[in-house]
């Protein structure tokens, strides 16, 4: 039971630069969400997904896109990377509904030079 | 002031030490998470609770509704215990989670 499968483990960047980071989960979740971890800070959510075709912003969304063609993929697009966006990102899923727990990937940490 | 304050922010303790981390929060929740990060590593659920208490192993995870407050212990502590503890709360819009900042526990040998 692979759980939450997040790539790439890390990855440097350029700035200007665009990449997609990967999650997929095989437990059919409806809910995805993308989060990203600051020294100092709880995770923050960037996008999240409630089910197929229905995305939605989080606290710090911008720079980032999302979509959710199928209930396993929920991809994470950075357009134009900035040194800012140099962060752990983590995405998770769950079951519907509020009282579900949550499954984390392995993280991806990336930097923007 | 944060929806979801933890302390301490980093707690030292040696081998066999009884820990408490706690969490207090402001706003109205589902459901209270407790989640472990060690160093490098992903993230995992420990607990999800919305009343009581619950315990798995050395793992004792309390909370009071009321009072706003959950409390993590963690009896015989041991060096593979040391990780970030993240408090987490369901409630917000669409139940995304709020989370607090983490305590960082270090367990001597």
């Known amino acids: 039971n692979a759980g939450v499968t997040q790539t790439p483990k890390f990855q440097v960047l350029k700035t200007g630069q665009s990449m997609t980071l990967q999650c997929a989960q095989d437990?059919?979740?409806?809910?995805m969400s993308w989060y990203r971890q600051d020294p100092g800070m709880g995770l923050r959510l960037i996008h999240y997904?409630?089910?197929?075709?229905?995305?939605d912003q989080g606290e710090v969304p911008n720079g980032y896109n999302v979509s959710r063609s199928t209930t396993e993929d929920f991809p994470l697009r950075l357009l134009s990377a900035a040194p800012s966006q140099t962060s752990v990102y983590f995405c998770a899923s769950r079951h519907g509904g509020e009282n579900t727990e949550a499954f984390f990937g392995q993280g991806t940490r990336l930097t923007v030079v | 002031k944060n929806e979801v304050e933890q302390s301490p922010q980093n707690l030292t303790a040696q081998e066999g030490e009884f820990i408490t981390i706690n969490c207090s929060y402001s706003?109205?929740?589902?459901?209270l998470h407790w989640l472990q990060q060690h160093p490098g590593g992903g993230i995992v659920s420990l607990f999800m609770?919305?009343?009581g208490k619950k315990k798995h192993g050395r793992l004792i995870a309390t909370i009071n509704i009321q009072e706003k407050h959950s409390s993590l212990h963690i009896t015989a502590s041991h060096p593979r215990d040391s990780a970030v503890y993240i408090c987490a709360v369901g409630g917000g819009s669409q139940g995304n989670l709020i989370f607090g900042k983490g305590t960082k526990l270090s367990v001597k040998p």
């Open positions: 706003v109205g929740i589902s459901a």
């Open positions: 437990m059919n979740h409806e809910y």
């Open positions: 997904s409630v089910g197929a075709g229905i995305t």
């Open positions: 609770l919305s009343s």
